[in-house]
């Protein structure tokens, strides 16, 4: 009779698994928090940590990595700093901060982090990428030559933004940016353009009236919105404009276009000095850190239209700015103007005048707009700069009530008609052709003379008797050819017809 074995099951799997190869030690490097302040720790002890490297706090807060010194981390928090508190430990994550990309983003309100806050569930994303990135190189870009259509009558015809331009806008407050802003992302309802609008800083009312403009007009479906408000830590805010720029980054690889609105860099500047001074970093200008104008160069240089080689697409800037007392001099402003290609100034000076939108055509210019321009608008509104520059050197002079002659006072007439046919309600972005006619109208003389009040509900009617009457102008636009004289006369003969003028009845100096 065999013997029975002198083991159990039990001791053969002990001593299987203690004959077995003996795993790697798996090593968690570990920090302390030395410091916490407003929205920024000192960590020491990861001396192996890298510049915008991901860190995660024993709180659950995170935070990113921006000083790197011996034994000390300057760490910008992406929470609330109250929650941090000295002596917590802190881990590497071995990866820098990114955020979540892809279609799945379309029509969801997320944080700087790439968190939803619309309370529709988790976002479903295609991959991640880091907020930081190199701008394509020289090699990689395209000639700006494909107009990006905002609605407004004085922007699309005198100042002009190309599909890939950078263009400023910058006002004092209340003058109407954010308005400019949101009308032009409603007008890519009549294009294939993706939107994404960047909050950075504003109060949580005004971006909640900002999207429930998007949701009433139903733009909301087809637009990212990246927010990082007021009541946020700074460091969000920081973070913010990089997070929409890597978004919009994504879509531009695949070959679509994408605007991109940041509202406003102004409160970005602020946010970046705050987390700074914070770190002890010497101040400059201003208080302002010494690398505030790279800070926002390396964003918006991020933005252009790209080679088929680069994905085709392109990526068209806004950035917000705000003035204080029209001071177009200060620090922020003057780097913003250097970095981008024009900029759309508002005026308040045009604002108490009632003119609406407040845009000063003699302080604002498109650098590269101009050759991405609708030729309609070129055959239509080429002069209306110099007519409005004309007639605001005849109205100051006329002031002093010296006598003016028959031809100075029609300039004057014709001016002051025009300047009134550019007004335009907020949330009411007009297509091409209803632009040209109401510009045609007025640069033709067709509006002289009469009061403000009337010519508001003379352009109405124009709009409204169009009808099929200029679908072959509108072909022409969308082909974007240049008018023939018989178009031109198709468009006078439709605002003739809606102002009740005989045909052969031309008004102003030029009669």
């Known amino acids: 009779m065999a013997e029975k074995p002198s083991f159990t099951p039990a001791r053969n799997f002990l001593g299987a698994l203690m004959d077995g190869p003996t795993p790697a030690p798996a090593l968690t490097e570990v920090g302390t928090v030395a410091e916490v302040g407003d929205g920024i720790a000192v960590v020491s002890g990861l001396a192996r940590a890298l510049a915008d490297e991901l860190l995660v706090f024993a709180s659950g807060v995170r935070g990113v990595v921006l000083d790197l010194e011996p034994d000390r981390l300057g760490v910008i928090l992406l929470g609330p700093s109250d929650r941090v508190t000295s002596g917590e430990d802190v881990w590497r994550t071995h990866k820098v901060f990114s955020v979540p990309v892809g279609t799945g983003l379309i029509g969801r309100i997320l944080d700087a982090t790439g968190s939803p806050r619309d309370g529709k569930g988790a976002v479903v994303s295609t991959a991640e990428r880091p907020v930081e990135a190199s701008a394509p190189g020289i090699l990689s870009r395209a000639p700006v030559n494909r107009p990006l259509a905002t609605g407004i009558k004085v922007i699309d015809g005198a100042v002009p933004i190309g599909l890939g331009q950078r263009e400023l806008i910058i006002g004092d407050r209340q003058t109407g940016k954010t308005s400019i802003a949101i009308d032009t992302i409603l007008n890519q309802a009549r294009s294939d353009v993706l939107s994404i609008y960047?909050?950075?800083?504003?109060?949580?009312?005004?971006?909640?009236?900002?999207?429930?403009?998007?949701?009433?007009?139903g733009r909301l479906a087809s637009t990212i919105v990246v927010a990082a408000g007021d009541e946020d830590a700074p460091g969000l805010a920081y973070v913010a404009p990089y997070a929409a720029m890597t978004m919009a980054e994504y879509f531009s690889d695949q070959g679509r276009d994408v605007l991109v609105i940041f509202d406003d860099l102004t409160h970005h500047a602020r946010s970046y000095r705050e987390l700074s001074l914070l770190l002890r970093r010497p101040p400059g200008r201003e208080a302002f850190p010494g690398d505030i104008f790279y800070v926002h160069a390396r964003l918006l240089e991020r933005a252009g239209q790209f080679t088929a080689d680069a994905g085709g697409g392109s990526i068209t800037a806004?950035?917000?700015?705000?003035?204080?007392?029209?001071?177009?001099?200060?620090?922020?402003?003057?780097?913003?103007?250097?970095?981008?290609?024009?900029?759309?100034?508002?005026?308040?000076?045009?604002?108490?005048?009632?003119?609406?939108?407040?845009?000063?055509?003699?302080?604002?210019?498109?650098?590269?707009?101009?050759?991405?321009?609708h030729r309609a608008f070129r055959d239509v509104a080429g002069n209306l700069r110099v007519t409005l520059s004309q007639f605001e050197e005849l109205e100051d002079f006329a002031r002093f009530g010296t006598r003016l002659d028959d031809n100075t006072r029609a300039r004057l007439s014709r001016g002051a008609a025009v300047r009134t046919a550019l007004r335009q309600p907020e949330r009411d972005p007009m297509p091409a052709v209803e632009q040209l006619l109401v510009l045609m109208a007025a640069l033709e003389g067709l509006l002289d003379g009469l009061p403000e009040k009337d010519v508001a509900e003379v352009m109405v009617r124009m709009r409204n008797s169009i009808g099929d009457s200029l679908k072959d102008v509108a072909e022409i636009i969308r082909q974007n050819r240049s008018l023939e004289e018989e178009?031109?006369?198709?468009?006078?003969?439709v605002a003739q017809l809606a102002l009740g003028v005989p045909g052969d009845d031309r008004h102003g100096p030029d009669a």
């Open 198 to 217: 960047c909050a950075i800083g504003q109060r949580g009312d005004a971006v909640a009236r900002v999207i429930e403009t998007l949701r009433k007009a």
């Open 318 to 373: 806004l950035p917000v700015v705000e003035t204080q007392a029209e001071n177009l001099s200060a620090y922020i402003p003057t780097n913003l103007i250097s970095i981008t290609d024009g900029q759309i100034y508002l005026s308040p000076r045009l604002v108490r005048k009632n003119q609406f939108p407040a845009v000063d055509i003699g302080l604002s210019v498109s650098r590269v707009g101009g050759k991405a321009q």
């Open 487 to 493: 178009d031109k006369r198709s468009l006078l003969k």
